[in-house]
């Protein structure tokens, strides 16, 4: 009887195999959609990923084909199942599905920094997922029936194999489509924003930064407007577009867009879409320079904000980095460059100090000086709000609204952000890390508790100035420090080596897989008064 005979009751029980494959397969997937995720739907960096020896998800996959297949493999003999034309093979299956399902569990109760994202998005590639892979399930049992007998429905167990290839290739196929689904939420956008005739568009980009100024800048403008913020980290067109679409009022006199980039044109591309009429330069630095490939092309990107304001727009820059200095030199526009340290910036901090309590710093706008307070940490926040200001001034806030909206500022969440606990200071800045910015929060944690314990994975994403960076850092940390905690082994000899370059007590030098084993072992040497430092936090695509 051929397999694909209406009579041929192994034919339904492919078809209901096939379909709890394909639902058990997205499932097991998890880890695979997440990296595809975090890797902003890029194949490149999933592929990266694929290639670290630390991806050992592919093995696990590997793992469960193997042993399930030779469970499979073992029931088939016992039930002698090569002569006998029963379908006891399927049988051995029951051992497929336990593995997988243990798997799966232990895959949903691992701890992530950034769990996947239930999007809409991801949802359409599930659906994909399973349609793939139900259908590919059903061919390789048809197959293996007719050809190898042998194996019988245990070819279900092969499927996890190809796992790691599939959810690329599905996203690959859904790709045209989720770019026209993007188009239709820009366009709507778009005609939504084209009948906010007065509103205010505020663009901010830069390496580091760029959420933290959004913050500052929505906190002070509200003394005033009625402002529309981009929420956490949205910067994407798609996240853009839906901030617009779901959050812009039609009250809001000014919308603050938060503007990220991987690559050149990713700027102008939200420009185009966004249309502003305000820039706003946060620092240039060599963040992400592993997608970049070069400092050119990240200042290039950056410029591509200020290429787009119109004749009569306005620009400020931050005058702390050279990328930054390097723009402000070339804009043609209404332009200022603000920083402490740059005699041609209207607006100054003097007198900054800060302790566990918050920062405090004379705020010099013109000739007029201010006190001012604020729960925020580190000067790179006082520069922050200094852009800020300028902006604010620019916009016609008074200098007493202005003061009023620093005070109210508050801390993004682990962006330097200050936790006490009845014993300890904790100083959270694990979301990410660039150089600038471990320089800022070592200068902080100086000033806090008795010891200083830095618990780091160091930095990531800066492709061949990596390891130097990471040697300087381990140099940096060695002068503040007292016990270091180096997570994960990414860049654990180039920090110790600046550590050691330094002198720094080897016994003091711990490793730890993970941020939470890094947590447990804290507990053997931490102190009372001690002021604990998490500056950064790997990307689940390096664990």
């Not at 592919?58 to 469970?71: G, K, P, Q, T």
């Not at 009250?251 to 102008?268: F, N, P, S, T, Y």
């Not at 729960?375 to 001034?393: R, T």
């Amino acid at each position: 009887m051929s397999f694909f005979s209406l009579d041929n009751v192994a034919l339904y029980i492919a078809l209901v195999l096939s379909v709890l494959n394909g639902v058990l397969m997205c499932f097991a997937s998890y880890k695979f959609f997440q990296i595809i995720q975090l890797s902003s739907y890029k194949v490149k960096g999933y592929f990266l990923w694929l290639k670290d020896t630390k991806a050992k998800y592919v093995s696990r996959m590997i793992l469960l084909s193997l042993l399930s297949l030779f469970c499979v493999l073992v029931t088939n003999t016992l039930f002698d199942v090569y002569h006998d034309k029963a379908l006891y093979s399927y049988i051995g299956l029951i051992f497929y599905f336990y593995f997988a399902i243990v798997l799966i569990v232990n895959l949903y109760q691992t701890p992530k920094k950034v769990p996947l994202k239930h999007t809409k998005r991801m949802a359409r590639l599930n659906v994909a997922m399973f349609i793939f892979i139900a259908v590919f399930s059903f061919f390789i049992i048809a197959f293996s029936t007719e050809y190898l007998s042998f194996i019988k429905f245990g070819a279900l167990c092969l499927t996890p194999l190809f796992v790691p290839v599939i959810v690329p290739l599905v996203h690959l196929i859904m790709v045209p489509m989720e770019n026209l689904i993007v188009k239709k939420y820009v366009f709507q956008a778009s005609l939504k924003l084209k009948k906010c005739t007065n509103l205010i568009k505020i663009g901010i980009t830069g390496s580091f930064g760029k959420t933290s100024t959004k913050y500052i800048l929505n906190t002070i403008l509200s003394e005033k407007y009625k402002v529309c913020m981009s929420p956490h980290s949205f910067n994407t067109p798609s996240g853009l577009s839906r901030v617009i679409n779901d959050y812009l009022d039609p009250e809001d006199e000014i919308l603050i867009a938060e503007m990220g980039a991987r690559r050149v044109g990713d700027i102008k591309e939200l420009c185009d879409f966004i249309k502003p009429k305000y820039g706003i330069i946060t620092g240039i630095g060599i963040q992400h320079l592993m997608s970049f490939k070069s400092l050119d092309n990240i200042i290039k990107t950056k410029n591509e904000l200020i290429n787009s304001l119109p004749e009569d727009g306005y620009a400020i820059f931050n005058g702390n980095t050279e990328g930054s200095v390097k723009l402000y030199k070339q804009c043609k526009l209404d332009k200022d460059i603000i920083s402490s340290n740059n005699k041609d910036s209207k607006i100054k901090a003097k007198n900054v100090s800060f302790d566990e309590n918050g920062t405090k710093f004379d705020l010099i706008i013109k000739n007029k000086t201010y006190n001012c307070s604020t729960a925020l940490l580190g000067d790179h926040n006082v520069e922050n709000i200094l852009l800020c200001v300028q902006m604010a001034k620019k916009l016609g806030l008074t200098d007493e609204q202005i003061v009023s909206g620093i005070s109210k500022l508050k801390p993004v969440p682990h962006r330097l952000e200050i936790i006490k606990t009845e014993s300890n200071i904790i100083l959270d800045d694990s979301y990410n890390a660039s150089v600038d910015g471990c320089e800022v929060a070592l200068n902080v944690l100086s000033c806090l508790g008795k010891r200083k314990i830095v618990i780091t994975p160091g930095l990531v994403e800066l492709g061949e100035k990596e390891k130097q960076e990471n040697i300087n850092f381990g140099k940096k940390i060695a002068k503040v420090a007292d016990i270091v905690v180096i997570v994960n082994k990414v860049n654990f000899e180039a920090i110790k080596t600046g550590l050691n370059s330094e002198n720094f007590d080897e016994e003091n030098i711990y490793q730890a897989e993970t941020l939470d084993k890094a947590k447990l072992l804290m507990k053997d040497f931490l102190k009372e008064n001690d002021a604990i430092l998490f500056e950064n936090d790997l990307p689940d695509n390096y664990i």
